[in-house]
C-alpha cells in the first residue's frame, strides 16, 4: 500500500528500513523524516550547541530552525528535511570533540 490515508482512518506507512544515527541501527519507514525517525526511536539530542554545549534537538520540524542539523556524508543537514532511505548514515555533531570538521 502507498503512504497516506488509509480509507477508513489511519495513514499507512511506508515498509520500514534500516539507518544508523551515531553508530546505532534503527527502523523508520522510509521516507519519513530522519528528525521524525530519531524522535521515534527515542533520540532528542542531534547536536551539541556551539556555546554551551548543551544538547540541542529538532524544534520546528519544517526546515525553520536548524536546530536538527546533522552530519551525513561530511555534510551538515537539518534532519527534519532529509528522508530516511536504507542505509542512510546519520552523525551527531559534536562541538569541541573532533568529530565537527
Ligand atoms: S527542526 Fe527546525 S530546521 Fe529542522
Redesign the pocket.
Known amino acids: 500500500m502507498k503512504p497516506g490515508n488509509k480509507p477508513g482512518g489511519g495513514i499507512a506507512r511506508a515498509k520500514p528500513v534500516g539507518f544508523r544515527f551515531d553508530g546505532a541501527t534503527y527502523e523508520a519507514p522510509a521516507g519519513e523524516s530522519l528528525?521524525a525517525a530519531l524522535l521515534a526511536n527515542g533520540i532528542h539530542h542531534l547536536r551539541d550547541g556551539p556555546e554551551d554545549r548543551r544538547p540541542r534537538g529538532?524544534?520546528?520540524?519544517?526546515?525553520?530552525?536548524?536546530?536538527?542539523?546533522v552530519e551525513i556524508d561530511g555534510a551538515y543537514v537539518?534532519?527534519?528535511?532529509t528522508p530516511i532511505s536504507q542505509g542512510l548514515e546519520a552523525r551527531r555533531l559534536r562541538y569541541g570533540k573532533a568529530q565537527v570538521k
Do not use: H
Open positions: 528528525a529538532a524544534f520546528c520540524y519544517m526546515g525553520l530552525c536548524q536546530e536538527c542539523l537539518e534532519a527534519c528535511r
